[in-house]
């Protein structure tokens, strides 16, 4: 099974910070890997879809990279509607997602 | 703008199989080469992708579990035998980009299962 580790767990910023959100893999996955934001009782939206491409409709301060087996998700200015919760998830094999990395209000 | 939603039983007894419905509007479920996904989600294991139609499943669940379609009625199904309180979750259905990839791009709201007797 493939493992995503995803770090930190919590998070706190402030309205403007640049958020950095990391997730590991327990083996390659290529580029096989997006990114989610969930609010409270919502579903997951998709962000990041293929590391780094950015899906339709969701703001540029969103980025991913990839470095090896470990990606990072990127808001470059957080905004008061980017409180939420991010999971990573990869789709090599199957699909594991990450524990989330929940960012809150500093 | 394509949309879906869950239904079902709120409460399933344990040793049961538990059903739920995914009803897709807003476009046909047979157009297009898309992934049709359901996913968990709970307090103690977080998200959990549990397979697709056509058929592709989390191995942890294979066992269990049976992802079929009705293009007739623009439904989609799971089915998860033997349940036991661990299955206790909010299920959500969803379907990928349509580009060949489990990429969750379109979402139910979510419908919770209790597990209890």
């Known amino acids: 099974d493939i493992q995503m580790t995803q770090s930190p767990s919590t998070l706190s910023a402030s309205v403007g910070d640049r958020v950095t959100i990391t997730c590991r893999a327990s083996?390659?996955?290529?580029?096989?890997l997006a990114w989610y934001q969930q609010k409270p009782g919502k579903a997951p939206k998709l962000l990041i879809y293929k590391a780094s491409s950015l899906e339709s409709g969701v703001p540029s301060r969103f980025s991913g990279s990839v470095s090896g087996t470990q990606f990072t998700l990127t808001i470059s200015s957080l905004q008061p509607d980017d409180f939420a919760t991010y999971y990573c998830?990869?789709?090599?094999?199957?699909?594991?997602f990450g524990q989330g990395t929940k960012v809150e209000i500093k | 703008q394509v949309q879906l939603q869950e239904s079902g039983p709120g409460l399933v007894k344990p040793s049961q199989t538990l059903s739920l419905t995914c009803t897709v509007s807003?476009?046909?479920?047979?157009?297009?080469?898309?992934?049709w996904s359901w996913i968990r989600q709970s307090a103690g294991k977080g998200l959990e992708w549990i397979g697709r139609?056509?058929?592709h499943y989390n191995p942890s669940l294979a066992s269990r579990v049976t992802i079929s379609i009705d293009k007739s009625k623009n439904q989609f199904y799971l089915k998860l035998n033997s349940v036991t309180a661990a299955d206790t979750a909010v299920y959500f259905c969803?379907?990928?980009?349509?580009?060949?990839?489990?990429?969750?791009?379109?979402w139910g709201q979510g419908t919770l299962v209790t597990v209890s007797s």
């Open positions: 807003g476009g046909a479920i047979s157009s297009g080469n898309y992934f």
């Open positions: 083996q390659s996955i290529s580029k096989h």
């Open positions: 969803a379907r990928d980009r349509g580009d060949g990839a489990t990429t969750l791009s379109r």
């Open positions: 139609t056509p058929p």
């Open positions: 998830q990869q789709y090599d094999r199957y699909g594991t």
